[in-house]
């Protein structure tokens, strides 16, 4: 059974500081790693990855994949109030699943 | 270009009901994946249909079943509700099943409470 874990569970910054979240993954068949961001309702879609080292932008945002040690890194620089969220790792299968982590829960205060 | 739209946006049932959600993916879209999100369990794969065809299915259990029409909208339906049925539902579209194209995009969802 194909598990995605993230970590932290949630963290609290001000604003302007820079958040790592972590994302690692067993996937069987492994396809692509895929990030999204849950604000209200429905998750917003930000990064495909599919290889490995290559660091992939928007923005303030970026996020890299790291196929050897089976895990990704979501980066947002200066942090503003309105990144807090949930930001969701999902890792996509040869089988076309998708298979969600938990979620890390970001608040970013003033 | 209109998002995908999910109704009811909120439903309550009582234990022992049924209940069908809708979903109308983006304009071109083919693909509809379905998913149950709750706080212990997270964001969980229900199904996907691609064209009228159901391509897989999460670990749910057979009183969770689904169907997509010819106009790529979608419907999924619970039979005998439980109290852990209880979720919000989340339908995504994208252009077609499968890498690379897997770029998803959400619905607003339709949070169903059982009681």
């Known amino acids: 059974e194909d598990k995605v874990v993230q970590s932290p569970l949630s963290l609290v910054v001000h604003e302007g500081d820079t958040v790592t979240l972590n994302c690692s993954y067993e996937?069987?068949?492994?396809?692509?790693l895929l990030w999204y961001k849950q604000e209200k309702k429905a998750p917003t879609f930000l990064f495909m990855l599919?290889?490995?080292?290559i660091e992939k932008k928007s923005g303030r945002l970026s996020s890299i994949l790291d196929k050897k040690e089976l895990s990704s890194i979501l980066n947002i620089t200066a942090t503003q109030t309105g990144d807090s969220a949930i930001y969701l790792c999902?890792?996509?299968?040869?089988?076309?699943?998708?298979?969600f982590g938990g979620g890390t829960r970001l608040m970013v205060k003033p | 270009k209109a998002g995908v739209t999910q109704t009811p946006r909120y439903l309550i049932k009582t234990r022992g009901q049924q209940v069908t959600l809708s979903c109308s993916p983006i304009?071109?879209?083919?693909?509809v994946s379905w998913y149950q999100q709750t706080p212990g369990q997270g964001l969980q794969f229900l199904f996907e249909?691609?064209?009228?065809?159901?391509?897989n299915k999460g670990n749910f259990p057979g009183r969770f079943s689904g169907r997509q029409f010819s106009n790529s909208r979608s419907e999924m339906n619970v039979s005998t509700l439980e109290l852990g049925d209880s979720a919000l539902y989340l339908c995504?579209?994208?252009?077609?099943?499968?890498?690379?194209?897997?770029?998803?995009?959400f619905g607003p969802g339709t949070r169903l409470t059982v009681t």
């Open positions: 995504a579209s994208s252009l077609a099943a499968g890498f690379p194209t897997y770029e998803q995009y």
């Open positions: 996937v069987t068949n492994f396809r692509s």
């Open positions: 599919t290889s490995s080292g």
């Open positions: 999902a890792g996509f299968n040869a089988g076309n699943m998708l298979t």
């Open positions: 304009s071109g879209h083919r693909s």
């Open positions: 249909y691609f064209s009228e065809t159901q391509r």
